[in-house]
């Protein structure tokens, strides 16, 4: 493969492409994106065939399969429940992951590595939308504190492996994701899949009323899987350095909206009732999509009705043992 510059704009045809996390959630549809591009040099390890926290592991993959470009999505990661009992594990875990990826990556000449940080990543005084410039303003979340270091630990490191070595590459920062292959476990999921599993329980059990924690009131921005998938791909071959990039769809719901409509489209009929006593959370959270317009001349095109119908009817299937993850 020839030598790439920041400014090129990649052609994936014919390159070896990694996908770290290619079994997880969304490393899923990057490989199916893949596939449908007809690129049949997709390299996605599992776990067991490469611990990416061990960087002799990472160190002989690379060596081995000579990727040339690597798509990091592997992380360690949980809802909010998981990242507050796991701060340090969550940031060891992507901490040594990236270490190792950027160390074999500039070993092995990459052309190029995409790494996903996250809306996460944000101060928690951030001005609403989220601009890209004020990433590093001020501290994230205390709740995401682990994560969201490491994720920016992350990034700094591919602006110093830029520096010092001219790696190119490119930061992309997702809203929360949903979508078929979500994980639905409770310690793991985020709340579509939440509550799409609660309005499912409540139908089938018949209930009258379900119960919501806070106000309703607090606006969130949701990504559909596919079009993260598409963002991620359109974003690796445009982009390669590694200022970061929202990838997001700009449009706000509020949590009663994205209640209301699950509810609905599951055929849940009770009652929402809003325990006022529990915690909102964060009282807005959306990203300014305007720099990804620019760069990458796209917009996620899934509306939520449509994506969030999608999501419920995997589900469904996935229950009952007729869809894979
Ligand atoms: N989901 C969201 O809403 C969201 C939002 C913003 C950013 N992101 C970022 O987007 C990326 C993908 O997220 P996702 O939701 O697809 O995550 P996911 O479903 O949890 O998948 C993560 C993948 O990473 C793999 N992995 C974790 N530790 C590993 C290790 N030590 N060695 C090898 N593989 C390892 C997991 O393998 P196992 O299956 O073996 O555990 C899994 O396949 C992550 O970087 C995440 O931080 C996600």
């Known amino acids: 493969m020839n030598a790439t510059t920041a400014d090129d704009v990649l052609n994936l045809e014919g390159r070896r492409v990694l996908v770290t996390g290619g079994h997880g959630f969304l490393g899923r549809h990057v490989v199916k994106a893949l596939e449908r591009r007809e690129l049949d040099r997709v390299l996605s390890p599992s776990r067991a065939e490469c611990d990416l926290t061990d960087r002799h592991q990472v160190l002989a993959f690379f060596k081995r399969e000579r990727p040339d470009l690597v798509l990091h999505l592997a992380a360690a990661q949980g809802g909010v429940a998981w990242q507050k009992a796991n701060q340090a594990t969550a940031y060891l875990d992507n901490a040594r992951m990236m270490d190792a990826i950027v160390d074999a990556s500039i070993a092995s000449s990459v052309d190029r590595v995409l790494f996903t940080a996250s809306s996460i990543c944000y101060p928690r005084d951030a001005a609403v939308p989220y601009r890209e410039a004020t990433l590093w303003d001020g501290q994230p979340e205390p709740a995401h504190l682990g994560y969201a270091h490491a994720k920016r630990g992350g990034i700094a490191l591919l ?63 949701f990504l559909y899987v596919e079009d993260a998938a598409e963002g991620i791909l359109r974003a690796v071959v445009r982009c390669g350095t590694p200022s970061p990039l929202n990838l997001g769809t700009g449009v706000e719901t509020t949590i009663a909206e994205l209640v209301d409509t699950v509810a609905a489209q599951v055929g849940f009929d009770g009652e929402i009732r809003w325990d006022h ?40 299937s996935f229950r009952n043992g007729q869809a894979d993850t």
Request: hydrophobic share 40%.
């Open 277 to 316: 006593d529990r915690p909102d959370g964060a009282a807005r959270v959306c990203m300014d999509v305007a720099l990804m317009r620019e760069r990458l001349d796209w917009l996620p095109s899934m509306s939520l009705g449509e994506g969030l119908q999608r999501t419920i009817s995997w589900w469904q």
């Open 159 to 221: 602006q110093a492996a830029y520096e010092q070595h001219g790696l190119s590459s490119c930061v992309v920062m997702p809203a929360n994701m949903y979508g078929p292959g979500a994980r639905f476990e409770p310690e793991r999921s985020n709340v579509v899949a939440a509550m799409i599993r609660r309005c499912l329980e409540a139908r089938d059990q018949g209930d009258a009323s379900i119960t919501c924690w806070g106000t309703g009131s607090p606006i969130r921005e």
